[in-house]
């Protein structure tokens, strides 16, 4: 690998060479100098005859010299430089605590060649064996039925407490479910109340649940148990929600194995509730929202891993970058 030098050194080559240019420029101009005295002198003992081309071709050898002592000299700088033996301890410690090793010649430089991965990507035996022709079956790996009955269970609890007469079937759960996978994929952006327009709703939603079944469930949809959640949350900020968060992970990793491409980032739920949580990310396009560590494959963008930011990592040891714990 070629060497490099450092910035000090780099200095003192470029000082040399000005003042080799300086001396070698001096010297011509001491010989300039005797060659003028001598014409003087020679003006005072004989009367030489000249033309002008003759003076004109006098002074182009002369700068054809000057520039043939400048070049040699910085050529000669250029050939120090190459041949200085440097000191083979030249590794660099960063203020991050990053260590820059210097390579020897011929030494691979990429470090995915030197990883080893000899596991096959793609689904798992358990969801190979689990899984049949429908789609849904494929969801319910995923989101299986224990986290629907979660959802129905709570949400139960939460309506009886107005109306003891209401009460939800894990079908009606799913069905919302279904009407939240349509409205995110054909109509996104409209009011939830227009999707059951006859003018300008969709005829898929209509047939799927009705509007008033849909707003009641929005209304009373819990994912944990109202009445022991203020002794969790002093322990647990996501105590809301993190049976079925952890679940779903669980369910992620044990359906799907990766290949060796990995990405960890940041991803920002949209949200304006009021929750101690909320962050503000002004390079976001929806500005607040829940934000949650993601580790995903880079080709199938297959969520394995995550957990959400609830404020100060209180435990990250202090010296410890936010990176480096967020991948530990």
């Known amino acids: 690998m070629p060497t490099r030098l450092s910035a000090k050194k780099a200095l003192e080559f470029l000082r040399n060479a000005d003042d080799t240019q300086s ?11 005797d060659v003028d005295d001598s014409e003087d002198n020679s ?14 071709e006098n002074d182009d050898d002369e700068d054809d010299e000057v520039e043939r002592h400048i070049d040699e000299s910085i050529e000669s700088v250029i050939q120090n430089a190459i041949q200085i ?4 301890n030249l590794d660099k410690s960063s203020r991050s605590g990053v260590i820059w090793t210097v390579l020897k010649n011929f030494e691979e430089t990429k470090i995915r060649k030197k990883i080893t991965y000899n596991e096959k990507a793609g689904p798992t035996t358990y969801a190979a064996r689990n899984a049949d022709s429908t789609m849904l079956s494929c969801f319910l790996l995923i989101f299986d039925l224990t986290m629907i009955r979660t959802i129905m269970n709570c949400s139960n609890s939460n309506a009886r ?15 919302f479910i279904g009407v939240l996978f349509c409205r995110g994929y054909m109509c996104p952006n409209t009011p939830v109340k227009e999707m059951w327009s006859k003018l300008y709703g969709i005829r898929l939603v209509s ?14 949809l819990r994912f944990d148990e109202k009445s022991t959640r203020c002794t969790r949350v002093m322990n647990d900020k996501f105590c809301m929600i993190r049976e079925l968060w952890d679940r779903f992970i669980k369910n992620s990793q044990a359906c799907y194995v990766p290949n060796q491409h990995l990405t960890v980032d940041e991803q920002l739920l949209p ?7 909320i ?25 394995l891993n995550g957990f959400p930011y609830l404020g100060k990592d209180t435990d990250r040891p202090e010296n ?9």
């Not at 001396?23 to 100098?33: C, P, Y």
């Open 207 to 220: 047939n799927i649940m009705s509007r008033n079944k849909f707003l009641k469930i929005i209304r009373y």
């Open 279 to 303: 962050q503000y990310m002004p390079n976001k396009p929806d500005k607040f929202g829940i934000k949650s560590w993601i580790l995903s494959e880079v080709k199938s963008k297959y969520t």
């Open 23 to 33: 001396v070698t420029s001096d010297q011509n101009d001491d010989d300039f100098a």
């Open 320 to 328: 410890q970058l936010q990176g480096e714990y967020v991948v530990h």
């Open 85 to 88: 033996d440097f000191d083979s």
């Open 271 to 277: 949200s304006k509730t009021r929750c101690s949580f």
């Open 43 to 56: 003006d005072n003992e004989f009367e030489v005859c000249s033309d002008g081309d003759d003076d004109v």
């Open 161 to 175: 407490n107005e109306d003891p007469n209401i009460s939800f079937t894990e079908e009606d759960i799913l069905a």
